[in-house]
Nanobody, 114 residues
Framework: QVQLVESGGGLVQPGGSLRLSCAAS????????MGWYRRAPGKGRELVATITSGGTTEHGNSVKGRFTISRDNAKNTVYLQMNSLKPEDTAVYYC????????WGLGTQVTVSS
């Protein structure tokens, strides 16, 4: 079992920045990939970014150049640095971890609005 707890969401103006955190606990040594997904109102789930246990990253096309995923292995935490935020980034952001199973956090709301 893996438990994921997200934090760092909130309300920000367009052009602003936020950093999301996802703390993992439990059977963390079995995790192969961690990542962030989002779901905007009325839309499907979208890949934001992933990072492998080896540090290889992937970012979705809509966030490339603006968002950066990283990890702190000592803290068992994955971060999502979000810069140049746009209203269309408004969504619930979910942390994800993959072992031979898949685990999800409860999500954190990000609202970009003036």
């Amino acid at each position: 079992q893996v438990q994921l707890v997200e934090s760092g969401g909130g309300l920000v103006q367009p052009g602003g920045s936020l950093r999301l955190s996802c703390a993992a606990s439990g059977n963390i040594f079995s995790i192969n990939v961690m990542g962030w997904y989002r779901r905007a109102p009325g839309k499907g789930r979208e890949l934001v970014a992933t990072i492998t246990s080896g540090g290889t990253t992937e970012h979705g096309n809509s966030v490339k150049g603006r968002f950066t995923i990283s990890r702190d292995n000592a803290k068992n935490t994955v971060y999502l640095q979000m810069n140049s935020l746009k209203p269309e980034d408004t969504a619930v952001y979910y942390c994800n971890a993959k072992t031979i199973y898949e685990y999800w956090g409860l999500g954190t709301q990000v609202t970009v609005s003036s």
